[in-house]
């Protein structure tokens, strides 16, 4: 079976701010690993992802994840948040059985 | 063209009705995928079909009913549902069906159902 779990289910951070969300999974095989993000009243974009190689990954609008095979993490970083980085994130594992998701992170920046 | 599109983004019905909703992708992707989302809370998986053949069906109530008529498209269609049935229906395509390695699922914007 395979599972992720994320740390927290809110977070508040003024703007200017460091993030780090933290994501777990549970998985024996070799793992594709994503980071969602749902702004309020919209769909799913894809912020970046990891399938192999080099295990720190860049991805949109400023944000980055280090990929830890022995601690089986892949948090998510932005070195300073925004206003319009308040938004719902997703970590989700993509392993033999499809795309498993975490319950998702409720980060609210206040200007 | 790496978009996948859905048809219609808001369906509002009632119990009694029965309605579709489609989406379609032109990446040349071969597994697709159905997914409902309730506020605040991660997408399901419902249904995915690899290679134009449903290959999950995770449990859904029959009155949701999936179709694949060729490997582009995909509808759910719908029949007597609950009002607990509200929610954001997601599609998603990918180059390749489970198993595979480097299987990123491209989402499309979703229909918001809202069932009286």
């Known amino acids: 079976a395979q599972s992720v779990s994320q740390h927290n289910h809110h977070v508040i951070l003024s703007e200017a701010a460091s993030l780090e969300l933290g994501c777990n999974y549970s998985y024996g095989g070799t793992v594709n690993l994503f980071w969602y993000v749902q702004y309020p009243g919209q769909h799913l974009q894809l912020l970046l992802k990891y399938f192999s190689g080099d295990p720190l990954v860049k991805g949109i609008k400023g944000f980055e994840a280090e990929f830890i095979k022995s601690k089986f993490s892949f948090n998510l970083r932005k070195p300073s948040v925004q206003w319009s980085d308040t938004a719902e994130y997703f970590c989700?594992?993509?392993?033999?059985?499809?795309?498993?998701f975490g319950k998702g992170t409720m980060l609210l920046v206040s200007p | 063209d790496t978009e996948v599109t859905q048809t219609p983004k808001h369906l509002v019905m009632g119990m009694t009705n029965k309605k579709s909703l489609k989406c379609e992708q032109h990446?040349?992707?071969?597994?697709m995928y159905w997914y409902k989302q309730k506020a605040k809370k991660p997408p399901e998986l419902m249904f995915v079909?690899?290679?134009?053949?449903?290959?999950i069906n995770e449990s859904v109530p029959s009155r949701f009913s999936p179709e694949c008529p060729n490997s582009s498209l995909l509808n759910l269609h719908l029949h007597a549902l609950q009002p607990e049935d509200s929610a954001l229906y997601l599609c998603?395509?990918?180059?390749?069906?489970?198993?595979?390695?480097?299987?990123?699922?491209?989402f499309g914007p979703g229909t918001r159902l809202t069932v009286l």
């Open positions: 079909y690899s290679y134009e053949k449903l290959s």
């Open positions: 989700a594992l993509s392993g033999y059985s499809t795309l498993t």
């Open positions: 990446m040349g992707h071969r597994a």
């Open positions: 998603a395509s990918s180059q390749r069906g489970r198993g595979r390695d480097n299987n990123e699922q491209f």
